[in-house]
């Protein structure tokens, strides 16, 4: 029997693509003995999702596609199906019209209508579009999805709050385990936090709010690294304690010598990868609410992280931090977190567990 993973084709540098990457490994570990044929679904441009939206197709449509996944699917030996977004859901009803028996896993990256819901009050009109494209196609994800595997518990919450889906698994965003052995934890402080994203809106929304009220009360500087923010620079000319560099392409040393890291972020879905690859790096975490969802963490003894909403709790917070700067540069109840809950070896293993699970239920 072989599988079938569908995927949008999108960089593995963001959050989302290295998301997508992970799925793929996963699907690709199970062992199917036909194999997985990928299908990657080609970035649709503004006026191809606006007809896509119209005529109620998934993201990134394509005749080509459909019709090898038609040829494949009316040939036989295909268990189960595999869409990697939920705007790509679209395809689950092409895949039972052609062949009803197979099982179709839904992956959701965030509930994608929340995420336009919110992207279209601080974005382009545009985004109006794709609320209609999400709510079209995570609709169909219910209808014809056998298994939905989400991020988050309030993900799960969200999905039957709009649409009614149940037959939800929580799989949390994982990343490689690194060493340990390579941070020094006895490190004394460097003078900077560090925050790491890309030029992305809801980034934008709560490091600019972070700069205007934040950093003027804080000790250390700020040290801004992500893919399209040397905008900042221009943006921020007379900011004092603020470096924007950019995109990195190896981030180790960054992390290694940070004080701490922030994740100031009040909109999003899904689960913030950037609060993962902080505590994969050991590092202690200040941030606002939205950067935890997903993640069981006290807070009540500063221990793991600090959950900051105002400018004082961010400041207080780093005092502590720099008071004990052996034990916070680098955290190792952080790191412990991490290795135990969001390490892929972990995580891989849980979705292992599942698809053994959902598919002995669908022979018994």
């Known amino acids: 029997m072989s599988a079938i993973f569908i995927s ?17 490994k996963f699907v690709g570990s199970i062992g199917f003995s036909g194999g997985v044929s990928f299908f990657e679904v080609p970035v649709d441009g503004h006026y191809k999702k606006f007809i896509n939206s119209i005529l ?17 699917l009316q040939e036989g030996g295909v268990e189960c199906v595999f869409i ?34 919110d992207k279209s009050r601080v974005d382009s009109i545009f985004n109006v579009v794709m609320l209609l494209l999400a709510w079209r196609n995570e609709r169909i994800a219910r ?27 929580v799989i949390p965003i994982s990343l490689p385990d690194l060493p340990g052995s390579v941070y020094s934890g006895g490190e004394g402080a460097s003078g900077y936090h560090l925050y790491v994203g890309s030029n992305f809106f809801a980034n934008i929304d709560g490091l ?26 221009s943006k921020y000319p007379n ?53 935890f969802v997903g993640f069981d963490i006290d807070f009540s003894g500063g221990e793991t992280a600090f959950l900051c909403e105002t400018a004082e709790q961010y400041s207080f917070s ?10 916070y540069k680098f955290n190792t109840s952080a790191k412990k977190y991490f290795s135990t809950y969001l390490s892929d070896e972990v995580v891989a293993a849980d979705f292992a567990n599942y698809f053994s699970e959902v598919s002995s239920n669908a022979s018994a």
């Open 8 to 24: 949008r084709s999108v960089s593995a540098v963001d959050g989302g693509g290295r998301l997508t990457e992970r799925n793929r």
């Open 239 to 291: 900011a004092q304690g603020l470096e924007v560099l950019g995109y990195v392409e190896d981030l180790s040393e960054v992390y290694r010598s940070a004080d701490f890291f922030v994740n100031p972020v009040f909109v999003g879905s899904g689960m913030k990868t950037k609060t993962v690859e902080a505590f994969q790096h050991g590092k202690t975490v200040l941030g606002c609410k939205e950067a």
């Open 208 to 233: 600019c709010w972070y700069i205007e009220n934040v950093l003027p009360c804080m000790q250390t500087k700020l040290i801004v690294v992500g893919k399209g923010m040397e905008f900042l620079s």
């Open 143 to 169: 209808i014809f999805g056998d298994h939905h595997v989400v991020l988050t518990k309030r993900d799960d919450m969200e999905l039957r709050r709009l649409y009614g889906i149940d037959r939800t698994k």
């Open 84 to 117: 990697e977004h939920s705007l790509l859901a679209g395809y689950a009803r092409y895949v039972k019209r052609w062949n009803p028996s197979v099982r179709v896993f839904i992956f959701y990256q965030n509930v994608e209508f929340n995420y336009y819901l």
């Open 318 to 327: 780093e005092s502590v931090v720099l008071s004990d700067i052996s034990r």
């Open 56 to 72: 109620g197709r998934p993201y990134g449509f394509c005749r080509s596609l459909a019709n090898r996944l038609k040829s494949m």
